[in-house]
């Protein structure tokens, strides 16, 4: 999914197509906004967009972008809370992870789901790979609540806020898939 394809939010994904532009995309990222607004998806398209051999956008059609799609791409790695909760394990084998150059890829990217499940441990064990991570490597947290995140994490991330994605824009998709005007009137309320 390239960014063109990810419903709302132009303003996150504008400014994400211009740091990639003038390559100079936040090695820490934070990801904040409400949940099913797309941040995710919005997270792997850059991921996509970082490793992609054609442009500032993922093609979709080049190896790397049919990879990360796949989930079978060894240089971008999603990392979910096992039991609700992250484990500092995993807080330290990312942490190790990301001082390595990428295996296949031009860049290294992980992405912390829920990143407000982190445990004080795990989050002060990638305080320092926040703080100043490899040029190769890029982090991106993703929470729905960011009071949540230790203050010194927030602090080392650049910040990008998700809106609620307008009514207006769920119409109009669903009316690009072929839905009637009255069904996608209603199930976009």
């Known amino acids: 999914m390239a960014f063109s394809?990810?419903?709302?939010?132009?303003?996150?994904?504008?400014?994400?197509?211009?740091?990639?532009?003038?390559?100079r995309v936040p090695n820490s990222l934070l990801f904040i906004g409400p949940e099913g607004v797309g941040k995710k998806e919005t997270a792997l398209a850059l991921a996509k967009a970082m490793n992609c051999h054609m442009g500032d956008d993922a093609c979709e059609v080049c190896s790397s972008c049919r990879a990360i799609s796949k989930g079978n791409f060894p240089d971008v790695m999603v990392i979910s809370p096992e039991n609700s909760l992250h484990k500092i394990e995993h807080m330290r084998a990312m942490k190790h992870m990301a001082y390595?150059?990428?295996m296949v890829g031009k860049k290294r990217v992980f992405i912390v789901e829920d990143a407000e499940k982190m445990k004080d441990e795990a989050a002060n064990s990638v305080l320092k790979i926040l703080e100043e991570p490899p040029v190769f490597t890029y982090i991106i947290l993703i929470t729905n609540n960011p009071y949540l995140i230790l203050p010194t994490i927030l602090s080392r991330c650049q910040k990008l806020k998700f809106c609620q994605?307008?009514?207006?824009?769920i119409e109009q998709e669903l009316l690009a898939r072929g839905q009637d005007e009255l069904r996608a009137r209603i199930i976009s309320s």
């Open 100 to 102: 390595l150059k990428p």
């Open 5 to 23: 394809d990810i419903l709302g939010n132009n303003r996150a994904k504008r400014i994400l197509r211009k740091a990639l532009q003038r390559d």
């Open 165 to 169: 994605i307008l009514r207006e824009d």
